[in-house]
């Protein structure tokens, strides 16, 4: 049995930009995840050691995205799904971050990123 668990709307604050402004100014960023894992085991023990832990892979991208700072949101993802390849049991994993208001005329710029090994 395939488990999808979504992350949605995480609300952090990082360094993320090139710009002189940006370096200085932490800014809002929303990451959603999904994360693919066979939950075959954890269906049938009930029990948190079977399954994949969200709770505390949030905590890890948590303290790496509001830790670290970031030229790219490319880069930013790909560290999100470098952390999250090293989980044992996550399959395949999709990472979308939203810069709210980085463009004039639009809500977000977006980027989405993959992880299937």
């Known amino acids: 049995m395939l488990a999808t668990i ?5 609300r952090l604050r990082t360094f993320i930009g090139f710009n002189d ?3 200085i100014k932490k800014q809002d960023v929303i990451v959603n995840i999904s994360l693919r894992y066979d939950a075959t085991v954890a269906a049938e023990s009930d029990s948190v050691d079977d399954a994949c832990n969200y ?5 890890q ?10 030229d790219l949101l490319e880069t930013m993802a790909a560290d999100i799904i470098k952390l999250i390849s090293k989980a044992d ?11 709210p208001h980085a463009l004039r005329f639009a809500d977000s710029v977006s980027l989405t990123m993959d992880y299937k090994p």
Not at 55 to 59: I, N, P, S
Not at 90 to 99: F, G, P, S, Y
């Open 6 to 10: 979504c992350i949605k709307n995480l």
């Open 89 to 99: 049991k996550v399959l395949q994993a999709t990472v979308e971050i939203d810069k």
């Open 61 to 70: 991208i948590i303290s790496l995205v509001e830790e670290k700072s970031f």
């Open 21 to 23: 402004e940006e370096k």
């Open 55 to 59: 709770k505390v892979l949030t905590k």
